[in-house]
């Protein structure tokens, strides 16, 4: 993607990272997660997780692509919020996804525009069971990524609609390695 980088190639059955515990997202009482997003045609038809973390179904934060390419976001046991069929992702190409969260309220962006935005549920301490990017909890063996993730960040704050247009930077990936490259206040 961005300044002669490569991506993490994801093969959908067992790759992905697994960073331990977030210990600042535990507590959070906002964050952004943003990153660029790659999914192949041939790879495309199952749920697919981004990020989660969490000790399971019960009790986990999640951000993943749904079975008709939507982009879907939870919060522990509360409602998913969800994309709709109008606001996929695009298949065969690089993609911008972020997703903002603050007060059980939760704003979906694709490629900068805001998709979605609602109530999902409340944060909870993750249980020291990692933060993984590419597959749902530990111990959940399905939902992997198949595709490419790159420029993975993480803010301890709910950026706003012009801190993600700057991050998107018309489509141009920003180079990670200089915080002030993404022209936010943040």
């Not at 045609?41 to 999640?62: C, D, K, V, Y």
């Not at 109530?119 to 990524?145: C, E, K, M, P, V």
Request: aromatic content about 10%; glycine content about 12%; proline content about 1%.
């Amino acid at each position: 993607m961005g300044g002669g980088k490569a991506a993490t190639s994801f093969d959908k059955s067992d790759d992905h990272v697994t960073c331990g515990d977030v210990d600042n997202l535990d507590s959070a009482s906002a964050f952004t997660v943003s990153c660029w997003v790659f999914l192949s045609t041939a790879n495309s038809g199952s749920n697919q997780a981004i990020f989660s973390m969490g000790a399971g179904s019960s009790s986990t934060t999640r951000f993943w692509k749904g079975g008709s390419q939507e982009i879907r976001f939870q919060a522990n046991n509360g409602s998913s919020l969800s994309t709709t069929s109008a606001h996929r992702i695009t298949l065969d190409a690089w993609n911008h996804v972020a997703v903002t969260y603050a007060s059980a309220t939760a704003k979906i962006y694709i490629n900068a525009s805001l998709k979605k935005t609602g109530t999902t549920g409340t944060l909870g301490a993750s249980g020291g069971t990692g933060f993984n990017i590419g597959r749902l909890f530990a111990g959940y063996n399905t939902h992997y990524w198949g595709g490419l993730i790159d420029e993975f960040a993480i803010w301890t704050a709910t950026l706003d609609d012009d801190d993600i247009t700057a991050i998107y930077n018309s489509g141009v990936p920003n180079d990670l390695s200089v915080a002030s490259s993404y022209n936010t206040d943040r």
